[in-house]
């Protein structure tokens, strides 16, 4: 299973709103995605003052395996939700952080 974690620094005058249709268009596209498996998001609740570096929110997206995972990346609905992401992030590219790791 691949586990795709997402950070953002989204700027401050991004609404809610937008952030709120951004993981909601995610949820709709891995729905549709074969071996997607899980989707959160959420804020970041940690107590360690200053280890989040500025990402304050993003979402975890859990695949069956790197083959499912990469058909998402390329897939245009993500492609158009990455481009609205990176649009809505402090510094663009600068504002998202991409881990991922086998579990």
Do not use: W
Not at 2 to 9: E, G, K, P, S, T
Not at 24 to 46: F, P, W
Not at 81 to 96: N, P
């Amino acid at each position: 299973m691949i586990r795709h974690c997402v950070f953002l620094r989204f700027r401050d005058d991004v609404p809610s709103l937008d952030r709120q249709s951004i993981y909601r268009d995610l949820q709709i596209l891995c729905a549709k995605l074969k071996g997607a498996l899980t989707i959160m998001s959420g804020a970041n609740v940690s107590p360690e003052e200053g280890m989040d570096k500025g990402f304050s929110e993003g979402f975890i997206l859990d695949f069956a395996d790197a083959v499912a995972r990469d058909a998402y990346l390329v897939h245009p609905e993500h492609q158009e939700i990455a481009g609205r992401i990176v649009a809505s992030t402090a510094g663009g590219t600068d504002g998202v952080f991409v881990f991922d790791m086998e579990v």
